[in-house]
C-alpha cells in the first residue's frame, strides 16, 4: 500500500510538471486558437537562454529576466511574422506552421546558446524528504514539492491576471468573440502579442523546472509531446482542465508503467518496459471516445 | 503558344472524362514515363538510384497516402510513418511465415495489413475531429512502434527489433542490382499514383471532399461519414503500408522501429504541406523538395561557409539544415499555403494565355 501511495504521489507531482507545459498550449489556444505545437521547443529555448545567460556571467534573477525578454520578443516576433500573415487560414494551416516553427527553433536556439547537455541550478536538490522518509518510509522529491508548488503559484497569478486586470479582461473577451471583441475597440494584435508573452512566461517557468530536473537538453523539446494527451485530457480550452488533465495523467502513466508490465510479462513473456511512452495517448484516446471534448473542454454544436 | 487547347474538340463522354482532357498533358505524362522508365535508367549512376530516386519514389508513395487522408478527406494525421512501419514489418512476416509466396502478393498483404490497422485508428475519427484527432493519431504512432519494439515475435525474435528483409525475387527473378529495384519500385509507385488520381476524381474521391469541407452538410446530403471516413484510412494506410514494405524491401534492407519515428511522420506531413495538400502531383514534388533539400544544404553550406570565411562545425550546418528546413515550412504556408502543385497550376494558366496576355 506504501509503494502504491508512493507511486501514486510520485506521478501526480510528476503531472504538475506535465501541467506547467500543457498551460502554455491552452493560454495560446484559448487567446487566438492557434494549437502551438511549438511549446516544447519554447520550454527548451527558455531553459537554453536561462543557461546561456547564467554562462555568460549573469547572476540568476538577471539570467531568468533576460531570459523573459528573450521570450517575449520571440513571442512577439513570432506573432508578427508569422501569425499575423496567416490569419484567415484555415486552422490546420496554423498548426503546420507552428510545426515548423518548432524546427525553427530547435536550429535557433542551440546555434546561439550551444547544444551540449548542461545542468541548470535552481537551488533546489533533487532528494527525498527525510521526514516523510522516516514516518511513512516513502520517498517523495523536495524538488517534486517545490514544482508542485510553482505551478501552483503560477496558475492562481494566472488566474488573478485573468480576471481582475484590464488586459486580462481583454484576453477573455478575444477568447469568447475575436470579432466581437474587434468590434468594441480591443486591439486585437496587440492581445496577441500579450498571449504570446504570456505564454513565453509559462514556457520559461517550464523550462527552467525541466531544465533543473533533467538537465537542458534537446530531449526538453519532447515536453510538448507530454502535454499533448493531458491537453486532449482535459481539453484544449481549460486551464483547471490542464492541472487535473496533467495530474491525471501523471498518476496513471506512473502506476501503469509499474503494473502492466509484469502482467504482460506472464502473458506473452520478454520485457515490456516503457510503456510510458504511449499509455497517456490511449488513455486520452480512450477517454475521448466517451467524451469528445475533453474533461473540461467546450461543447461544441456544429450547424450547416 | 505550344501548351493551349484551342481546337481539341471532346465528342464523346469518354473524352470529355478521360484522365488528362488535354493533349499537351496526355504528351507530358507520356514523355515524362518515358524518361523514368527509359532515359534514367540509361544514364542515372548507382548513387542515384539507391540515394534519391529510390527514396524519393518511397516518400512520394507515403505522401500521397497521406494526402489522400489529409488533403482529400480532412483527417489530420501525424502517424504515417506508423503506418509504414507496420506495412515493412508485415510483408517481412509474410515472407518469413509463408513458404513460397510472391514477393508482389506479400506486398499487397502488407498493404491490407496496415490498411485494417489504420481502420482500427481510423475509428475514433467518427466521434473527434480536428487537433483532438491529430493528438490521437499520434497514439498509433507511439503504440505500433513500441509493439514492434516489445514483441519478439513480429521481429523473429532478433534484438530490439531489427529485421533484415528477404531477397527481392519477383517472377523467379532475383532483383540485386538497384537500376532493377528502382524499376519496380518505379512500376509500383505509377501505378497506385494513376488508381488514387482516378479514386479522388470518382464519386469516393468527391465524397471525401464534402466530407472535408463539412462533415454535417455532407451526411446532409446522404454522404454515409462512417464508410467514407474509414475507407480515407484504410486507402491511406494501404499506401503507407506499400511505401512501407518497398522502403524496407527496396530501399534500406535491414529496418528497426525506431527508423520509423515521429520525425518521419512530420517530414511525410511537410512533403504534403509544401508539395500542396489535396494534390496528387504535390505528394511527388514535396518529396522531391524535402529530400532534395538536405542534400543540397550538405553541399552548399560548406561552400558558403568557405565563401564568407565562417567557421561552420558539422553540428551547426546541421541545426542550420532544421532551422531553413522550419523557416521554409512557415515561408510557404504564408506566402503559398496550397504548396508547388499550386505554383505550377498558376504556370499552366499563364502558359495557355502566353504570349498574349488578354
Known amino acids: ?304 | 503558344m505550344l501548351y493551349r487547347e484551342a481546337g481539341q474538340f471532346k465528342t464523346t463522354y469518354a473524352a470529355d472524362q478521360q484522365i488528362f482532357p488535354i493533349r499537351q498533358d496526355r504528351i507530358a505524362v507520356i514523355a515524362l514515363l518515358a524518361v523514368a522508365f527509359v532515359g534514367v535508367p540509361l544514364f542515372a549512376s548507382e548513387y542515384w538510384f539507391s540515394a534519391i530516386l529510390i527514396p524519393f519514389l518511397i516518400f512520394a508513395l507515403a505522401a500521397l497516402g497521406l494526402n489522400v487522408l489529409t488533403g482529400y478527406a480532412g483527417q489530420l494525421s501525424l502517424g504515417s510513418a506508423a503506418f509504414m512501419a507496420v506495412g515493412a514489418y508485415a510483408a517481412y512476416n509474410f515472407q518469413l511465415r509463408i513458404e513460397g509466396i510472391p514477393i508482389m502478393l506479400s506486398f499487397i498483404l502488407a498493404g491490407l495489413t496496415a490498411a485494417g490497422v489504420g481502420v482500427l485508428f481510423g475509428l475514433p475519427s467518427l466521434r473527434i475531429k480536428g487537433f483532438y484527432l491529430a493528438v490521437a493519431t499520434l497514439a498509433a504512432q507511439f503504440f505500433i512502434v513500441w509493439c514492434l519494439t516489445k514483441f519478439p515475435w513480429l521481429s523473429n525474435n532478433s534484438s530490439s527489433g531489427v529485421i533484415s528483409t528477404q531477397k527481392l525475387i519477383v517472377f523467379g527473378y532475383e532483383l540485386d542490382r538497384p537500376v532493377e529495384k528502382y524499376l519496380l519500385v518505379l512500376s509500383i509507385v505509377v501505378l497506385m499514383a494513376f488508381a488514387a488520381k482516378n479514386m479522388v476524381r470518382s464519386s469516393t474521391g468527391r465524397a471525401w471532399m464534402a466530407v472535408r469541407d463539412m462533415d454535417v452538410a455532407a451526411s446532409v446530403i446522404g454522404i454515409r461519414l462512417m464508410p467514407t471516413k474509414l475507407l480515407a484510412f484504410a486507402v491511406s494506410s494501404f499506401y503507407c503500408g506499400v511505401a512501407g514494405a518497398m522502403y524496407a524491401f527496396c530501399y534500406l534492407g535491414s529496418v528497426e522501429p525506431d527508423g520509423f519515428s515521429l520525425d518521419m511522420s512530420f517530414k511525410i506531413l511537410f512533403m504534403i504541406i509544401i508539395g500542396g495538400v489535396g494534390s496528387i502531383m504535390g505528394s511527388f514534388l514535396g518529396a522531391a523538395f524535402i529530400l532534395l533539400l538536405p542534400i543540397f544544404l550538405d553541399i552548399a553550406l560548406p561552400y558558403c561557409a568557405d565563401l564568407f570565411g565562417l567557421p561552420f562545425s558539422s553540428a551547426t550546418v546541421s541545426h542550420i539544415q532544421i532551422l531553413v528546413f522550419g523557416g521554409l515550412i512557415m515561408f510557404f504556408l504564408i506566402v503559398e499555403p496550397h504548396g508547388l502543385a499550386r505554383l505550377w497550376q498558376i504556370a499552366k494558366e499563364k502558359l495557355r494565355l502566353w504570349p498574349f496576355p488578354h
Open chain 1, 1 to 304: 500500500m506504501n509503494f502504491f501511495l508512493e507511486v501514486l504521489i510520485g506521478g501526480l507531482l510528476s503531472g504538475v510538471m506535465y501541467a506547467l507545459v500543457a498551460l502554455g498550449f491552452v493560454m495560446i489556444y484559448k487567446a487566438s486558437g492557434v494549437f502551438n505545437f511549438a511549446q516544447g521547443a519554447m520550454v527548451y529555448l527558455a531553459a537554453l537562454s536561462v543557461v546561456g545567460c547564467l554562462e555568460k556571467g549573469a547572476p540568476l534573477w538577471l539570467a531568468i529576466i533576460l531570459a523573459f525578454v528573450i521570450m517575449t520578443l520571440f513571442g512577439i516576433a513570432t506573432e508578427k511574422f508569422v501569425l499575423r500573415k496567416l490569419v484567415n487560414q484555415p486552422p490546420i494551416a496554423l498548426f503546420m506552421a507552428t510545426i515548423g516553427l518548432a524546427f525553427f527553433i530547435e536550429g535557433l536556439a542551440p546555434m546561439i546558446f550551444g547544444s551540449e547537455p548542461r545542468a541548470l541550478e535552481l537551488g533546489i536538490v533533487d532528494e527525498p524528504i527525510p521526514w516523510i522518509l522516516d514516518n511513512w518510509n516513502m520517498v517523495i522529491s523536495k524538488f517534486d514539492l517545490v514544482a508542485a508548488g510553482v505551478a501552483a503559484v503560477l496558475v492562481a497569478t494566472l488566474a488573478l491576471f485573468f480576471q481582475y486586470t484590464r488586459v486580462g479582461r481583454a484576453l477573455r473577451a478575444v477568447a469568447d468573440d475575436h470579432q466581437a471583441a474587434l468590434s468594441i475597440g480591443i486591439p486585437l494584435q496587440h492581445i496577441w502579442a500579450i498571449v504570446w508573452g504570456v505564454a513565453g512566461f509559462v514556457a520559461l517557468v517550464a523550462g527552467m523546472m525541466w531544465g533543473a530536473r533533467n538537465g537542458v537538453q534537446f530531449a526538453l523539446t519532447f515536453t510538448a509531446l507530454k502535454a499533448l494527451p493531458v491537453l486532449i485530457l482535459g481539453g484544449f480550452t481549460s486551464v483547471p482542465g490542464a492541472i487535473v488533465g496533467g495530474l491525471i495523467i501523471g498518476a496513471s502513466e506512473k502506476l501503469a508503467e509499474i503494473y502492466i508490465p509484469p502482467v504482460m510479462q506472464d502473458l506473452f513473456g520478454g520485457n515490456f518496459g516503457g510503456i510510458e511512452g504511449w499509455f497517456p495517448y490511449v488513455l486520452a484516446l480512450l477517454f475521448l471516445l466517451v467524451r469528445p471534448e475533453g474533461l473540461f473542454g467546450e461543447r461544441h454544436i456544429d450547424r450547416v
